[in-house]
């Protein structure tokens, strides 16, 4: 976190811009934003599961144990599974993508139901809950429709974070300013 308040405010203001950039591009494509999503998920399966085979490669032959490499493995050929169906496995992400949306639903009708008479905002969270087993249920149903979703959330996250680093630059340059001006007059 140091290392970022420490940046000129011109980095964090390009970084802010991009990262905006970055997500009107997930929001205008939902399924290319999933794949890269899903090739980098596979990319760090297989670079886990190579880096763990060196790793124990390297532990002398006397201490080395036959199942954190065999694990290694095992991890090692899922990633090199996911890296060869793309496809697949942005169906799988959409899956459990559709499958927390339903158990979240779910939670929420239970909550809603059981507040409705003594609160208000018992039938809000019951709506919720209806349209969040819906959106489930339609996710796991349609994997254009969990890209959609998935990306969805990715890129408010990554707008998020743009915005919050734009608003950071001007923040920091603010202070920095404060803070030369209140030098200078001390000197």
């Known amino acids: 976190m140091i290392n970022l308040l420490l940046r000129k405010p011109w980095v964090l203001l390009v970084q802010g811009i991009l990262l905006i950039m970055v997500s009107i591009y997930i929001f205008q494509n939902p399924g290319v934003a999933l794949a890269g999503l899903s090739i980098w998920f596979g990319m760090s399966v297989l670079l886990t599961g190579l ?3 060196a790793s124990a490669l390297a532990t002398p032959a006397s201490e080395r144990e036959g199942f954190p490499m065999l694990w290694s493995i095992l991890t090692a050929v899922f990633g090199i ?6 496809l697949a496995t942005m169906a799988f ?11 979240t639903g779910i939670r929420l009708v239970l909550s809603g139901w059981s507040l409705k008479d003594s609160s208000g905002m018992g039938w809000i969270v019951l709506l ?8 489930g249920v339609m996710t796991m149903g349609n994997i254009g429709i969990g890209a959609i979703g998935v990306t969805t959330l990715l890129g408010i996250q990554v707008l998020l974070a743009g915005i919050a680093l734009v608003i950071l630059s001007f923040v920091k340059k ?3 300013s404060a803070v030369r001006g209140k030098i200078e007059s001390l000197k």
């Open 128 to 135: 919720a809950g209806i349209v969040s087993v819906v959106t």
């Open 93 to 103: 992400i959409s899956l459990i993508f559709g499958a927390w949306m339903f158990v």
């Open 174 to 176: 603010a202070v920095v």
């Open 81 to 86: 599974l996911i890296l060869s169906n793309v």
């Open 51 to 53: 880096l763990g085979f």
